[in-house]
């Protein structure tokens, strides 16, 4: 009877993520995208601007809840600060090369497409979470291995709204490695925040069995980051 009302409950739960979330997440969608002001001031500005760049990658990272959601998902069941560490630094190493490479290197991608996978990687984490892989598919992936390739993604997400932006040449290094440091920043100053809450959380006697419900509209977050993404992709192609 417990596991039954359990599941309705996640049901439940379930049901009201979805329709907030339709309601919400057109208007969430670009929630991370560079503002009208910001954008303006990159594209006027001319030479290195250190402490504004480092500011806009904060803000982009703090505001940027996709990847948020992601990180949630990789710290959720990681109790050890060494595990904390080691997940977030092959996170931050992987989301590192493709910003850089990206924007200093002229490399491009369909920014819809790169959500879309940015969300997948939400899926991926919450079912993983979940123990759905094992209990469902029978194998478990390697996390590690996926938390650094999926970072590798999220860093493409970061490049493609900087380069839907006219960024002068002049300083462009200084300032891109800027924006960065700034997104580290605006990581370590989300994750105190993520890591606050499930330390208190995780206090609550019933922990374990929220976590399920939990995960399950963690999984449906990403699940609708990808069908909005696609969607967008196939009406911007049409369009074109």
Known sequence: MQLRAFRVRAAALLAIALIVSA???????????????????????????IPAFIYLGAKHMVTGYDHLAFLVGVVFFLYRLKDIVLYVSLF????????????????HANSYLI???????????????MDGFRRFLGFEPNTKLAVLIFGL????????KLQELDLSKNGLITNIISFNVGVEIGQVLALTAVLIALSIWRTRSGFLRQA????????TVGFLLVGYQVAGYFVASHQA
């Open 115 to 129: 959500d879309a996978i940015i969300g997948l990687s939400v899926v991926y984490k919450a079912f993983d979470n």
């Open 212 to 219: 399920f419900a939990a995960n399950t509209v963690l999984m």
């Open 23 to 49: 309601f919400a997440f057109p208007a969430a969608a670009g929630a991370h995208n560079v503002s009208k002001r910001d954008a303006s001031f990159v594209q006027s500005n001319q030479g290195a601007a």
């Open 92 to 107: 931050t190493v992987g989301h590192s090369i493709t910003l850089l490479a990206c924007v200093l290197g002229g490399i």
């Open 153 to 160: 993604f999220h860093g493409f997400g970061l490049a493609t």
